[in-house]
């Protein structure tokens, strides 16, 4: 699978979600841009960050225990996803120009911590969904792991 099909294949699964008009791209790091309505997804996976995120998750209401590095891909994903389904909820340029000191400080801006709890919240009600997600995430990393064709 190269990297624009596994583009496609996930913006058919947020479709399927029933989240339309939402473009996914691959770049360095998980992103939303608001401005052009795009997610962008990672093949970095930062310890330093992926790590807390999973346990800030858990800390926050996600039942799902014992998250491995495709979890934290697959949340760090389903956490920009937040964004587009939260996004009504702020004055994005306003609610979003904050220097952040820490970690925690950017995880709990209403901003943030908003699309967290948007995932959070989905993930606890539609795990079979969360899993599908995680296994389409799992199989493209593993693809490019081994070092497969794109």
């Known amino acids: 699978m190269d ?3 596994f583009n496609n294949c996930l913006e058919q699964w947020l479709n ?3 989240i339309y ?3 996914v791209s691959e770049g360095f790091d998980f992103c ?3 401005e052009i309505n795009e997610i962008q997804w990672g093949m970095i ?3 330093r960050v992926s790590v807390p995120l999973g346990q800030f998750f858990i800390k926050h209401g996600l039942k799902k225990q014992n998250l491995d590095m495709y979890d934290r891909i697959t949340l760090s994903f389903l956490h920009e996803v937040g964004h587009v389904m ?3 909820l702020f004055d994005v340029e306003q609610d979003n120009d904050f220097e952040c000191r820490s970690l ?3 995880w709990n801006m209403p901003i943030e911590y908003a699309a967290t709890k948007w995932a959070i919240d989905w993930i606890n009600e539609h795990y079979q969904s969360y899993n599908d997600l995680y296994n389409l995430f799992k199989a ?3 693809q490019i792991l081994n070092g497969d064709d794109l």
């Open 16 to 18: 399927q979600q029933n």
């Open 86 to 88: 939260t996004k009504h």
């Open 32 to 34: 939303y841009y608001y």
């Open 140 to 142: 493209m990393f593993i």
């Open 45 to 47: 996976v930062d310890e």
């Open 21 to 23: 008009n939402i473009t």
């Open 104 to 106: 925690d400080d950017h």
């Open 3 to 5: 990297i624009e099909k």
